[in-house]
Each structure stands twice: as C-alpha cells, then as structure tokens.
C-alpha cells in the first residue's frame, strides 16, 4: 500500500517565520505535489516534481518555494510566513503525473 | 485557467437514500475524470474514475455518470450509509497532465 508521510499533523508558526513542511513516499514515484485545502476553494496545486531536483509551478506558488534533493522527499519551504498562508496542506506522489495520486494525512499550519 | 465546478457544495441525505454530486467541466481536452474522498482528518483518497470512452461506471454503491456533448459527470451513491459522510472531491486532467480539483461537496448522511 502506498504511504505518503507528512511530518507534522499540526504546526503553528508566527508571521514571517520560514517554515519547512516535509513529505516523504515510500512506493518510489516519479511525481509528488503539493496542494493547499481551504474550505470552499477546494484544492489548489502549488508546486509539484515529476523527477529530483526539478519543480513546476503550480496555480498558486506565490509565498512559497520548494526542494526534492531525494526520490522519495519533496519539502515546502515558506519563506516568510503569512497570516494568509494559514491551511492544510497536502503533500502527494504519483506514478504519472495526473493519474494514481496518493496523499498524505495533511499538516494543519496556522500562522497567527 | 482550466477549471471543474463542482455543486452543490453541502447535501444532507437519509440513509438508504441516493446521493449525487455532479461536476462540470470546461476543457473538452480533458481525458480522467476521478471522484476522491476525504474523511476528517485524512488526505483525500481515490474512489472512482472514468476516461470520456464510457458513459457510465460502477463500483459497488458508487456509480460515475458521464455525458459528454454536456461536458458534464456526476457520483451516485445508491443506498447512502452514515459511513458515507465525507467530503467528495471531483477532479479532470489530461492524460500526462496534473489534475484540476472541483470545490468539494461536503455530504451528510443522516439515519
């Protein structure tokens, strides 16, 4: 069974804070995403890698940037937090890059 | 921007009852077409997909209709249990391309 781990279930953080979110899979995919979840937005792609050490833009990757030195990790990295950067965040991998998609169980980050 | 409308965005059924939740789409170049489900505290996780070759897929309960000329695909879910009650997720992409993600409809099902 896949398993995508996120290292935090809840983090809090203050405003301007540089905030790392760390994702790790374990079933060797060549694609991982990250995506945020607010409440009747649904949810939106940040960025996501379909191979080490390259990253795409998502919808919305303003404020936030992204790293995947390993396979089987991809991290988020908030520079400088924002009240407005307060969500869930989803980290995901896949084996083709809009199919098979797996998430992980989400960090709930508030920025207060 | 590619977009998938999703509605209604919260739906209180009775149990035993059916459940739809339809999605719309814009992209006629879309290919994949899966519904996700999320529970309280989870990461949404696939429940069903269909490709615009058939009109309609059936997994259990679950049931995805799919009108094409409407660009238009639903989720049934016939004799709605309380375990039911998550939120669902419709989503479309283009084969090779990321998925666009619908707003999520939020379903209740009460005994």
């Given at each position: 069974d896949v398993k995508v781990t996120?290292?935090?279930?809840?983090?809090?953080?203050?405003?301007?804070?540089?905030?790392?979110?760390e994702?790790?899979?374990?079933?060797?995919?060549?694609n991982m995403f990250w995506y945020r979840q607010d409440p009747g937005l649904g949810l939106r792609l940040i960025y996501f890698s379909y191979d080490v050490k390259m990253?795409?833009?998502?919808?919305?990757?303003?404020?936030y940037s992204v790293s995947r030195e390993k396979?089987?990790?991809?991290?988020?990295?908030?520079?400088?937090?924002?009240?407005n950067q307060t969500s869930m965040y989803l980290c995901a991998s896949s084996p083709w890059p809009g199919q098979g998609i797996h998430f992980g169980s989400g960090t709930q980050l508030s920025v207060l | 921007q590619q977009q998938v409308k999703q509605s209604p965005q919260?739906?209180?059924?009775?149990?035993?009852g059916i459940s739809i939740i339809n999605c719309a789409y814009e992209n006629t170049a879309f290919d994949y077409f899966p519904w996700y489900q999320q529970f309280p505290g989870k990461?949404?996780?696939?429940?069903i997909a269909?490709?615009?070759?058939?009109?309609?897929?059936?997994?259990?309960?679950?049931?995805?209709?799919?009108?094409?000329?409407?660009?238009?695909?639903?989720?049934?879910?016939?004799?709605?249990?309380?375990?039911?009650s998550a939120t669902y997720f419709c989503a479309a992409s283009i084969t090779g391309e990321k998925l666009t993600f619908g707003t999520g409809t939020r379903l209740t099902i009460i005994p």
């Open positions: 996120q290292s935090s279930r809840y983090l809090v953080k203050r405003t301007g804070e540089k905030v790392f979110l994702c790790v899979q374990d079933m060797d995919h060549e990253k795409e833009k998502g919808d919305i990757p303003e404020g396979k089987e990790r991809f991290s988020l990295i908030l520079e400088s937090a924002s009240t | 919260s739906l209180i059924v009775q149990k035993g990461g949404p996780a696939l429940l269909i490709r615009p070759d058939v009109s309609e897929k059936k997994e259990g309960r679950f049931t995805i209709s799919f009108n094409k000329s409407a660009k238009q695909f639903s989720l049934h879910i016939m004799d709605s249990q309380p375990g039911d």
